[in-house]
Structure formats: structure tokens, C-alpha cells
């Protein structure tokens, strides 16, 4: 079964502890530190100028303060950052992640762009000043030239010293933390059973998801399994990756603590930036 297609409808049951505002006030923090865009309410064009000149810019700022992120999913962060006043697409391969994504933002009063896009096919109409990615969504990446082609994309659709800001779980993290773990959680309405098996010469932790989910009234329950696959990275890998692909490291983080990496790190924050492109 393809990966978040049952699990799309209980994803964020299981994740309703998950700390997305605590992870916006940091991005926010990244990107006011090191990148271009600003909350649309904070823009536009200067007056004065011809109406010529004032599209112009104005053009350049939208795309300026656009930001695009990769593997979205339900939507959650990305409803969190349009909250702050971003102009932001959600991008995610799932379409079951993206149904749900979109009726959270029509509930929410919110306008915001989904595509239905594999980031290492990632395509969009203009660049964008800041693009992320969050929740190890990277960590789908299974190859290293699916990682750098990824790279090389985000590069080139990033507007003129753009930042790119993801993170990812570590090696450790998945080798030493999860690996060959079983979680399990019961909710009054749905219960999942997280196999972990890690594959130590790929790097890769294969988890198997079987879920439990109640279908309408009564107390019938549909079973459905999937399974997904996630690879470990080092920093030194992703450091390579980023450089391969023509960005330019800036900075990296610890996830939990916000001070620069150690070994014992479980997941990681990068900040890249964009530095010529490759057509």
C-alpha cells in the first residue's frame, strides 16, 4: 500500500502533540536571521516610481516574500506559517495528505496554494525567497542523488539570496534511538502498531504501520497497513549534499536545543542558501 493513503485520515490524531508553533517561532527566527522573505502584510513596493517600475517590483517582492514547502502533508505548519502572515504553497507527492490539507485551510478562512508534486520533480511557476522543509520529510529521500537533484531544484527555483531551511533525523536517531523499537498508541477512535526495523548497511529504518481506525458508528474498526522507508543522514552528509548541488551552507542546528550539533543529536536543522543556478 503506497505510504500516507489510510494513515492520511488519522495523521494528525497521532501528531496532535507534535510542536509546530514552537517549530514556526524558530524558522521564523532562521529566517529573519539569514533570508529574504518577510510576512506579506511587511511588503510592498515603494512609491514614487512609474507604474512600469512599481509592477516590476512589486513582481520581484511577491516572489521575494514567497515561501514554499516540501513535503507539507495534512498542512498543519503550513497553515501555521500563513497564520503569521506568509505567502506560502504547500507541496506534498501524497494526494490523500493534500484532501485534507485543503479542508483544513477552507476551514480555517485561510488561501493557500497546494501542488501535488515528488520534491525531486519539484517545479514552480517562480522562484521563491525561502523554501522548507520540516518533519524529516527529507529523510524519504532513500539516495544520495535523489537528495542532491532535490537540492539542485530548490536552488534553482530560490530567489537572489534565498535560504532553503529543513531539517532531518540523524543517523543516530534511527540506528541507535528507534531502530527495531515497536511504539504503539490507542486513541478512543483509532490505535497504531510502529515496527521499526532498521537496515544498518543501506542506513535505512523500514517501519511498518498497521492501523486500527473506527469506520462510522458503532464499534467496527477497519485494519489497514503501510509501510514506509526512511534513511539516516549524517551532517557531514547533508553538508556534502547541499554543496554538491551548488547551494551554500550557512548554518546547522540541534532541532531540540538550538545550539550547534553534537553526536548525540536525533534531528538536525540546516540552512542553505541559494547561490547561482544550474539551468
Not at 54 to 69: K, P
Request: glycine share 8%; hydrophobic share 35%.
Amino acid at each position: 500500500m503506497d505510504a500516507y493513503s489510510d494513515f492520511a485520515n488519522v495523521y494528525d490524531i497521532f501528531m496532535d502533540e507534535t510542536p509546530y508553533e514552537v517549530w514556526g517561532d524558530f524558522v521564523v527566527e532562521l529566517m529573519n536571521k539569514y533570508g529574504v522573505s518577510k510576512p506579506v502584510s511587511e511588503g510592498g513596493a515603494e512609491t514614487g516610481s512609474s507604474e512600469a517600475e512599481e509592477n516590476s517590483e512589486a513582481a520581484l517582492e511577491q516572489e521575494r516574500n514567497l515561501v514554499a514547502e516540501l513535503g507539507c502533508g495534512t498542512g498543519s505548519f503550513t497553515i501555521n506559517m500563513a497564520k503569521r502572515g506568509y505567502d506560502i504553497i504547500g507541496i506534498d507527492m501524497s494526494s490523500d495528505m493534500l484532501d485534507i490539507a485543503r479542508k483544513k485551510t477552507q476551514a480555517e478562512g485561510l488561501d493557500i496554494m497546494y501542488l501535488e508534486q515528488d520534491m525531486r520533480e519539484l517545479d514552480l511557476y517562480c522562484t521563491a525567497g525561502t523554501i522548507l522543509s520540516v518533519c524529516d520529510s527529507i529523510n524519504y529521500l532513500l539516495a544520495d542523488d535523489d537528495v542532491i537533484e532535490t537540492f539542485k531544484l530548490v536552488n534553482n527555483f530560490l530567489f537572489p539570496k534565498g535560504v532553503f531551511i529543513f531539517d532531518f533525523n540523524t543517523l543516530h536517531k534511527y540506528r541507535d534511538i528507534i531502530g527495531d523499537v515497536t511504539i504503539a498508541e490507542n486513541r478512543e477512535d483509532c490505535s497504531f502498531i510502529w515496527d521499526n526495523y532498521y537496515h544498518d548497511e543501506q542506513h535505512i529504518n523500514e517501519y511498518d504501520l498497521t492501523i486500527f481506525a473506527k469506520c462510522g458508528e458503532g464499534d467496527v474498526f477497519k485494519r489497514s497497513v503501510e509501510t514506509h522507508y526512511q534513511r539516516g543522514y549524517t551532517l557531514d552528509e547533508m553538508k556534502a549534499f547541499v554543496e554538491k548541488a551548488g547551494l551554500k551552507f550557512i548554518d546547522c542546528y540541534d532541532a531540540d536545543t538550538h545550539e550547534a550539533p553534537t553526536e548525540e543529536s536525533e534531528r538536525i536543522y540546516i540552512v542553505a542558501g541559494e547561490c547561482g543556478k544550474q539551468l
